[in-house]
């Protein structure tokens, strides 16, 4: 549009004001005035393009403050630019909400919303550099004059820290100086253009996309430019000299609706056709006739065909008439045919499923379900609040999905919609078939796995309110749904629903403060609850469901513990499938039914080492071991994802026993970073390594594998799982994708290969992970008629979490766990907030820790009664206390600080690591201290330096 006809036209008197959130980290909203012709367009939930500064970014209506006179504003608002959506994105119900993700999390409400809508939503301003003709004419005479010497002089200027050229001018020494030469280099070879962020941001000059045109150049300019940036001051230096000219270009957005061409007969022959008469004829006969002298067998085929649809997809048409491409266009300029174009939606389903029949509900689901529906219905009539948290227990294969398609069943009767929470993609799929097997297609899937095409129309439909069920992951709980009547959220005790970059949000927390906003029912289930949300029904904030049996009253798979520590002397392989195993997968082969193994570790070996010396082969960006994928012959660091080939070679060795393995050796031109040596022996194991034994070990079997590494593409997940669905596999091989929510009436055995993987992490929920992670994965077993039977491998067979999953009795590890949480102090008897600090510099990031560790100790110091009692920085999160705390209970609070310390994980893509924990019992206080950190300004300020805020974080490491 007209950026100058639109900031200059001039409007009535009285102008209509919105309150708008951009999408930039700034701590507020701000005031604009709608144009008079967009006034009765704009509404709350829109997208809106705005001016801020001198760029044009994406901002969020969150508010319509209505018409007002200048003088009542009190300054001058600038005008919106252009509405970026036909309707709004998201219902005004929704901003209540983002305000309070906002202020819980400490987040920009505008990046809140961003993250909350489908990726690629977003256009704003990118500043170009581009170089004048003035800028190409000095190179051309003066760079040939520069030698090397020059360029290290650049070089020297660059690792000194000192780029910015010398007060004298170029219109006096007629010359560039060594930083200007680089800059206008850097330009020339990419064509006259680049991104201003490219030539002044860290790690963009990467000597690896370095290319120039300029022969003198050399390796300590390339080295240096790699280390350095050039500043803004030279820059602005070379523009004031017309070496160089700043424009901006509109980055639109990267997402788009698909549109598609609709074909039907124009009206001109329409009116043709009904002024006809012909006897005993049908239409198609009637345009059959009309066109017939005049039209090809081919145009005359068309022509029939939209008659008989009335309106049909040029896609659809193409099916039928191969050349329909080419020949609608030239009918349409002809006057037979009318082109539209319509918004097509991407169907992200796969097969079509087959309508199912409501089974008889069991005693115990009658009774659950009976009693939700209960107070439902009294919130639908409003009798009474129909706001109520429930914790749905029971044992793995208990029914709980059946009883929520019941209370769904109730929402929808109702005309409300519902959301269903589902951690894993892989189960995902699963789910979205039984709840379209019932409610057929009023269904939508919000997840990762979906193109971002495919998300943007999952994401109109429900806000056009052509569907009333999401499922999804994490981010379904942001769908606009509107009228909502039920949210769920099925294995809530699951870390994925906990977002680790950006917007770092917990999706069980916030269905439960999104159902509280919306005053219905929120239904939390799990066979293994978090201790937080168990210690909240133990406490009476939530309400405990119990489903006590699994729904064909078979038994729990019997679970046997295999002590490995008397196989310290065995092979490496019988360490790995002990005898106990192996003769039980044989036995399971030999019924023709199915076994899981586990083991949540992917690769094939994690912990490579120098033969010579012993140092373990490292990532170079990162302070982790490289893991050998031997499928992809490579050493892959699963944190940044840098990668070095390999060769593999595979020798064959027969045991006394007789049974035949095999040595891998592994051949590469990789040498240890600590002796030179290129003899790398590949230790540790993982998912990979243990489904090739299994195929040495059981060659006849059908084995396949679900990681990352075979699940990562899109489908691959969901197309192994049918494999498994429908037998055509008999052992399969996986990682925690495996462990939780499927349902195999055919997988009788499951065997786990290390129990104790997850124990000695240095993180205080060790523990409950491993508890929660074997009893998801032992509920696998025996689902369908036959008695199931789990092999657990553990060195710690006597440990509290290891004894209560072989019992299956999560109350047991409970009431052993909670004692050592309550004596430390940590969650649920207290609150964290922690504080994340990286950078590329060892020594900068060390001092700006010590520097927020002393920030937060002061105020932690300078605590007084006054203080505590003054403001409230945000509600509580409702997994804890459900409702916001009191300023007076601040009184008898006060906050623990541990660190400034290294993180678990010292450095993460060549960025250094260091973290502060800070404990309190209140959230509020924990809140103020991080509002103070800000508002001095001095943490967050630092060049180069990132501090993170993790409220109630996951990722301790």
Same mark, same amino acid.
């Given at each position: 549009?007209?950026?100058?006809?639109?900031?200059?036209?001039?409007?009535?008197?009285?102008?209509? @004001?919105?309150?708008?959130?951009?999408?930039?980290?700034?701590?507020? /909203?701000?005031?604009?005035?709608?144009?008079?012709?967009?006034?009765?367009?704009?509404?709350?939930?829109?997208?809106?393009?705005?001016?801020?500064?001198?760029?044009?970014? /994406?901002?969020?209506?969150?508010?319509?403050?209505?018409?007002?006179?200048?003088?009542?504003?009190?300054?001058?608002?600038?005008?919106?630019?252009?509405?970026?959506?036909?309707?709004?994105?998201?219902?005004?119900?929704?901003?209540?909400?983002?305000?309070?993700?906002?202020? @819980?999390?400490?987040?920009? #409400?505008?990046?809140?919303?961003?993250?909350?809508?489908?990726?690629?939503?977003?256009?704003?301003?990118?500043?170009?550099?581009?170089?004048?003709?003035?800028?190409?004419?000095?190179?051309?005479?003066?760079?040939?004059?520069?030698?090397?010497?020059?360029?290290?002089?650049?070089?020297?200027?660059?690792?000194?820290?000192?780029?910015?050229?010398?007060?004298s001018s170029i219109s006096n020494q007629n010359s560039l100086t060594p930083a200007e030469i680089y800059v206008i280099e850097q330009?020339? $070879?990419?064509?006259?253009?680049?991104?201003?962020?490219?030539?002044?941001?860290?790690?963009?000059?990467?000597?690896?996309?370095?290319? /120039?045109?300029?022969?003198?150049?050399?390796?300590?300019?390339?080295?240096?430019?790699?280390?350095?940036?050039?500043?803004?001051?030279?820059?602005?230096?070379?523009?004031?000299?017309?070496?160089?000219?700043?424009?901006?270009?509109?980055?639109?957005?990267?997402?788009?609706?698909?549109?598609?061409?609709?074909?039907?007969?124009?009206?001109?022959?329409?009116?043709?056709?009904?002024?006809?008469?012909?006897?005993?004829?049908?239409?198609?006969?009637?345009?059959?006739?009309?066109?017939?002298?005049?039209?090809?067998?081919?145009?005359?085929?068309?022509?029939?065909?939209?008659?008989?649809?009335?309106? +049909?997809?040029?896609?659809?048409?193409?099916?039928?008439?191969?050349?329909?491409?080419?020949?609608?266009? +030239?009918?349409?300029?002809?006057?037979?045919?009318?082109?539209?174009?319509?918004?097509?939606?991407?169907?992200?389903?796969?097969?079509?499923?087959?309508?199912?029949?409501?089974?008889?509900?069991?005693?115990?689901?009658?009774?659950?379900?009976?009693?939700?529906?209960?107070?439902?219905?009294?919130?639908?009539?409003?009798?009474?609040?129909?706001?109520?948290? @429930?914790?749905?227990?029971?044992?793995?294969?208990?029914?709980?999905?059946?009883?929520?398609?019941? !209370?769904?069943?109730?929402?929808?009767?109702?005309?409300?919609?519902?959301?269903?929470?589902?951690?894993?993609?892989?189960? +995902?799929?699963?789910?979205?078939?039984r709840f379209r097997a019932r409610f057929g297609k009023t269904i939508a899937v919000i997840h990762?796995?979906?193109?971002?095409?495919?998300?943007?129309?999952?994401?109109?439909?429900?806000?056009?309110?052509?569907?009333?069920?999401?499922?999804?992951?994490?981010?379904?709980?942001?769908?606009?749904?509107?009228?909502?009547?039920?949210?769920?959220?099925?294995?809530?005790?699951?870390?994925?629903?906990?977002?680790?970059?950006?917007?770092?949000?917990?999706?069980?927390?916030?269905?439960?403060?999104?159902?509280?906003?919306?005053?219905?029912?929120?239904?939390?289930?799990?066979?293994?609850?978090?201790?937080? $949300?168990? @210690?909240?029904?133990?406490?009476?904030?939530?309400?405990?469901?119990?489903?006590?049996?699994?729904?064909?009253?078979?038994?729990? %798979?019997?679970?046997?513990?295999?002590?490995?520590?008397?196989?310290?002397?065995?092979?490496?392989?019988?360490?790995?499938?002990?005898?106990?195993?192996?003769?039980?997968?044989?036995?399971?082969?030999?019924?023709?039914?199915?076994?899981?193994?586990? !083991?949540?570790?992917?690769?094939?070996?994690?912990?490579?080492? *120098?033969?010579?010396?012993?140092?373990?082969?490292? *990532?170079?960006?990162?302070?982790?071991? =490289?893991?050998?994928?031997?499928?992809?012959?490579?050493?892959?660091?699963?944190? *940044?994802?840098?990668?070095?080939?390999?060769? #593999?070679?595979?020798?064959?060795?027969?045991?006394?026993?007789?049974?035949?393995?095999?040595?891998?050796?592994?051949? $590469?031109?990789?040498?240890?970073?600590?002796?030179?040596?290129?003899?790398?022996?590949? =230790?540790?194991?993982?998912?990979?390594?243990?489904?090739?034994?299994?195929?040495?070990?059981?060659?006849?079997?059908?084995?396949?594998?679900?990681?990352?590494?075979?699940?990562?593409?899109?489908?691959?997940?969901?197309?192994?799982?049918?494999?498994?669905?429908?037998?055509?596999?008999?052992?399969?091989?996986?990682?925690?994708?495996?462990?939780?929510?499927?349902?195999?009436?055919?997988?009788?055995?499951?065997?786990? #290969?290390?129990?104790?993987?997850?124990?000695?992490?240095?993180?205080?929920?060790?523990?409950?992970?491993?508890?929660?992670?074997?009893?998801?994965?032992?509920?696998?077993?025996?689902?369908?008629?036959?008695?199931?039977?789990?092999?657990?491998?553990?060195?710690?067979?006597?440990?509290?979490?290891?004894?209560?999953?072989?019992?299956?009795?999560?109350?047991?590890?409970?009431?052993?766990?909670? %004692?050592?949480?309550?004596?430390?102090?940590? %969650?649920?008897?207290?609150?964290?907030?922690?504080?994340?600090?990286?950078?590329?510099?060892?020594?900068?990031?060390?001092?700006?820790?010590?520097?927020?560790?002393?920030? *937060?100790?002061?105020?932690?110091?300078?605590?007084?009664?006054?203080?505590?009692?003054?403001?409230?920085?945000?509600?509580?999160?409702?997994?804890?206390?459900?409702?916001?705390?009191?300023?007076?209970?601040?009184?008898?609070?006060?906050?623990?600080?541990?660190?400034?310390?290294?993180?678990?994980?010292?450095?993460?893509?060549?960025?250094?690591?260091?973290?502060?924990?800070?404990?309190?019992? $209140?959230?509020?206080?924990?809140?103020?201290?991080?509002?103070?950190?800000?508002?001095?300004?001095?943490?967050?300020?630092?060049?180069?330096?990132?501090?993170?805020?993790?409220?109630?974080?996951?990722?301790?490491?």
């Amino acid at each position: 549009m007209n950026q100058s006809f639109t900031m200059n036209q001039v409007y009535s008197h009285s102008d209509q @004001y919105i309150e708008v959130a951009v999408a930039l980290p700034v701590n507020q /909203t701000f005031t604009y005035k709608v144009p008079e012709y967009l006034a009765n367009s704009a509404v709350i939930g829109m997208r809106v393009l705005v001016p801020f500064g001198k760029r044009r970014i /994406t901002g969020y209506i969150v508010s319509k403050i209505g018409k007002r006179e200048d003088n009542q504003v009190g300054y001058k608002p600038k005008l919106i630019l252009d509405l970026l959506d036909d309707i709004p994105l998201f219902q005004t119900s929704m901003v209540q909400f983002f305000n309070w993700i906002s202020r @819980y999390y400490i987040h920009p #409400i505008g990046e809140v919303i961003k993250s909350a809508l489908p990726s690629g939503l977003d256009s704003h301003d990118v500043a170009l550099v581009v170089i004048t003709e003035k800028g190409s004419q000095f190179l051309l005479n003066n760079g040939s004059n520069h030698n090397g010497a020059i360029h290290n002089n650049f070089a020297l200027q660059n690792s000194n820290n000192h780029n910015t050229p010398t007060k004298s001018s170029i219109s006096n020494q007629n010359s560039l100086t060594p930083a200007e030469i680089y800059v206008i280099e850097q330009l020339e $070879s990419a064509g006259g253009t680049l991104p201003l962020k490219f030539l002044t941001e860290s790690k963009n000059s990467n000597s690896k996309n370095f290319t /120039t045109t300029h022969t003198s150049i050399n390796k300590a300019v390339v080295q240096a430019s790699t280390n350095k940036t050039v500043t803004h001051a030279l820059i602005n230096k070379m523009v004031k000299d017309e070496l160089l000219e700043i424009t901006s270009e509109l980055k639109k957005d990267k997402t788009q609706v698909k549109m598609g061409k609709f074909i039907t007969i124009s009206e001109e022959i329409l009116a043709k056709l009904s002024s006809e008469s012909v006897d005993n004829k049908s239409q198609d006969n009637k345009l059959t006739d009309m066109i017939f002298s005049s039209l090809s067998k081919k145009r005359q085929e068309i022509i029939n065909i939209v008659s008989k649809h009335k309106e +049909i997809s040029l896609t659809a048409l193409k099916k039928d008439v191969p050349t329909a491409p080419k020949l609608v266009p +030239i009918m349409a300029e002809d006057g037979y045919l009318t082109i539209t174009l319509k918004q097509v939606f991407r169907d992200p389903f796969g097969d079509t499923v087959d309508p199912d029949i409501p089974p008889k509900l069991t005693d115990e689901q009658a009774i659950v379900v009976n009693q939700v529906k209960e107070k439902m219905e009294a919130g639908f009539d409003k009798r009474e609040s129909g706001f109520q948290r @429930y914790l749905l227990t029971g044992v793995t294969g208990s029914g709980k999905t059946e009883v929520y398609m019941r !209370l769904v069943t109730e929402a929808v009767n109702r005309g409300r919609g519902a959301i269903i929470l589902v951690p894993e993609i892989s189960l +995902i799929s699963q789910t979205e078939r039984r709840f379209r097997a019932r409610f057929g297609k009023t269904i939508a899937v919000i997840h990762s796995g979906l193109s971002r095409g495919e998300l943007l129309d999952q994401w109109y439909k429900i806000a056009k309110g052509e569907v009333s069920i999401v499922i999804g992951a994490r981010s379904a709980i942001f769908a606009p749904v509107d009228n909502l009547g039920i949210i769920i959220v099925d294995e809530e005790h699951d870390t994925s629903y906990k977002q680790e970059t950006g917007l770092r949000y917990n999706a069980r927390d916030l269905a439960l403060v999104r159902g509280q906003q919306n005053n219905i029912t929120v239904i939390l289930g799990s066979a293994t609850p978090s201790i937080q $949300s168990y @210690y909240n029904a133990c406490n009476g904030k939530f309400q405990e469901l119990v489903l006590k049996n699994r729904v064909n009253r078979h038994p729990l %798979p019997e679970i046997t513990l295999v002590d490995l520590k008397k196989y310290k002397d065995c092979s490496w392989q019988e360490k790995l499938i002990t005898p106990e195993l192996s003769k039980a997968i044989l036995d399971c082969l030999k019924k023709g039914e199915q076994a899981l193994i586990f !083991l949540n570790r992917r690769g094939f070996s994690t912990f490579p080492v *120098c033969e010579s010396c012993g140092e373990a082969l490292r *990532c170079k960006f990162c302070d982790i071991t =490289l893991t050998l994928h031997k499928d992809s012959s490579e050493f892959r660091c699963h944190l *940044c994802g840098f990668s070095i080939s390999s060769t #593999i070679n595979t020798a064959s060795i027969k045991t006394s026993t007789g049974r035949t393995f095999y040595k891998t050796k592994v051949l $590469s031109d990789i040498k240890c970073q600590k002796c030179g040596s290129t003899k790398i022996k590949p =230790l540790g194991f993982g998912t990979e390594r243990i489904e090739n034994l299994l195929k040495e070990m059981f060659p006849d079997a059908r084995i396949i594998r679900l990681d990352q590494d075979t699940g990562g593409k899109k489908g691959a997940t969901v197309q192994i799982l049918k494999k498994v669905k429908n037998r055509t596999v008999d052992i399969i091989v996986g990682t925690q994708m495996l462990a939780k929510g499927h349902d195999f009436p055919a997988i009788t055995l499951v065997g786990v #290969i290390c129990a104790d993987l997850s124990l000695n992490f240095p993180d205080f929920r060790a523990g409950e992970r491993t508890f929660q992670l074997l009893a998801q994965v032992a509920g696998r077993a025996g689902r369908g008629d036959k008695i199931g039977k789990v092999i657990m491998q553990t060195y710690n067979p006597d440990h509290f979490s290891i004894e209560a999953s072989k019992n299956q009795d999560f109350v047991q590890f409970y009431y052993s766990e909670i %004692p050592f949480r309550q004596a430390l102090s940590y %969650p649920p008897f207290s609150r964290i907030i922690q504080l994340k600090i990286s950078g590329f510099d060892i020594e900068k990031v060390k001092a700006h820790a010590i520097l927020v560790g002393n920030l *937060c100790k002061n105020f932690i110091d300078g605590l007084s009664s006054a203080q505590c009692n003054c403001g409230n920085a945000g509600a509580a999160n409702p997994d804890f206390n459900g409702a916001s705390l009191e300023s007076g209970s601040l009184l008898n609070n006060s906050i623990e600080m541990l660190g400034p310390i290294e993180a678990g994980i010292p450095k993460i893509s060549m960025r250094y690591r260091w973290q502060i924990l800070l404990k309190s019992s $209140s959230v509020n206080l924990l809140n103020r201290a991080v509002q103070h950190l800000i508002e001095d300004k001095r943490a967050f300020s630092a060049k180069d330096i990132s501090v993170g805020i993790d409220v109630d974080p996951y990722f301790m490491m």
